[in-house]
């Protein structure tokens, strides 16, 4: 693909997420969003009319098939994203697969080792992380001094009792779709890979955890504390070094709070979307200009975390990661 080009991007699943990351990709530089693949051609053809997007397809399939179709966003409940990843990448299309990609590793490993092989560009989508807040966080990192733990926290109160974050056909539940974001965040500060884990879950009526917290070493013997959750409100993420304390109070969504410094409120830049961010990080990529920002590694390393927190929560022991 020249790369004079836009990515064409197919937007597999009209729900909640795909809705938001459409508010401000008109603005996109490198790419456009072209269609849209529901499991039923009334909602595809509903949302194509709202967010202007001519091709409209009754199935996953069928958009797959569509050779207008560079690239596709897959918007869909968690269970779902390593199957239609798969199916995407032996279609030939790039892949913006939504967070979490997998609880299991070797899904991870076998989606990039497919993707490679294809040369295909693969990302997991933690938008967070294509923030100006979150790269003003890391600028300001070292001035807390020697890193000594890491707190964070993600919660909401789940109103409704039919979310599909709450199935656990689907790999629902507190750790999959909040304590991912903690998990990724503990991983960027501390800049490596936990070598033990310990977590704790409190199961709801469905059968998936409502409440999960962790907690992870690293190398160097910094230990960060994990908290997750439906039942209550809660967003943060802490680094606590020798010098002093680092806070971001919506490191996740960045639309509250703002980062302190010991206390004291510090600028964070000029606010902008972090989903179009994302979407244009990962079309630069596609396009031949670097890395995608996420790649393999981190996915590997989220998906290693998460299997091993629910392994501890299930047997009541610490699980060790290291070798
Ligand atoms: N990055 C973020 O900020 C962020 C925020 C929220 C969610 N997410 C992630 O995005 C993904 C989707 O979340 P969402 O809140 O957008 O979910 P959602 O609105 O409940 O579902 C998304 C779409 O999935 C399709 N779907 C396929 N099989 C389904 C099934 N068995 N039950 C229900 N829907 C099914 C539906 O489309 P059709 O039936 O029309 O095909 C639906 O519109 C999740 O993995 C979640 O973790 C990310």
Redesign the pocket.
């Known amino acids: 693909m020249p790369s004079s080009e836009k990515v064409r991007w197919g937007i597999l699943?009209?729900?909640?997420?795909?809705s938001?990351l459409l508010q401000d990709a008109d603005r996109g530089t490198n790419f456009s969003v072209v269609a849209v693949?529901?499991?039923?051609r009334d909602?595809?053809a509903e949302f194509g009319s709202r967010f202007g997007i001519a091709r409209v397809h009754g199935s996953?399939e069928a958009l797959l098939a569509d050779p207008a179709v560079d690239a596709v966003y897959i918007?869909?409940?968690?269970s779902?994203?390593h199957p239609m990843t798969m199916l995407a990448l032996a279609a030939g299309k790039h892949v913006l697969s939504?967070?979490?990609y997998s609880r299991h590793p070797e899904q991870v490993v076998e989606a990039f080792d497919a993707a490679e092989a294809a040369g295909l560009s693969l990302m997991e989508?933690?938008?967070w992380r294509h923030s100006p807040q979150t790269r003003r966080f890391m600028e300001l990192l070292p001035e807390v001094g020697e890193l000594q733990s890491i707190r964070s926290t993600f919660g909401f109160v789940m109103a409704s009792t039919s979310?599909?974050r709450l199935?656990p056909g689907?790999d629902g539940g507190a750790l999959?779709?909040l304590g991912c974001y903690t998990i990724s965040g503990s991983r960027m500060v501390a800049g490596a890979e936990p070598v033990r884990v310990f977590g704790e879950q409190t199961l709801g009526p469905t059968g998936v955890d409502v409440r999960f917290s962790g907690l992870l070493r690293f190398p160097s013997g910094v230990v960060a504390e994990i908290v997750a959750g439906f039942t209550s409100t809660q967003r943060s993420l802490e680094a606590v070094g020798s010098k002093g304390t680092l806070v971001s109070r919506d490191p996740w969504?960045g639309e509250l709070g703002g980062i302190e410094l010991n206390g004291r409120a510090e600028p964070v830049g000029v606010p902008d979307d972090a989903?179009r961010l994302e979407m244009e990080s990962l079309s630069a990529a596609i396009l031949g200009h670097g890395q995608p920002l996420l790649g393999r590694a981190d996915a590997l390393g989220q998906a290693r975390t998460i299997d091993a927190l629910f392994r501890s929560a299930a047997s009541g022991n610490p699980v060790s990661l290291a070798g």
């Open positions: 699943g009209p729900g909640s997420i795909a938001r693949g529901s499991r039923s909602r595809a996953y918007a869909l409940p968690n779902l994203h939504e967070k979490p989508a933690f938008m979310d599909v199935e689907l999959m779709d969504q989903y």
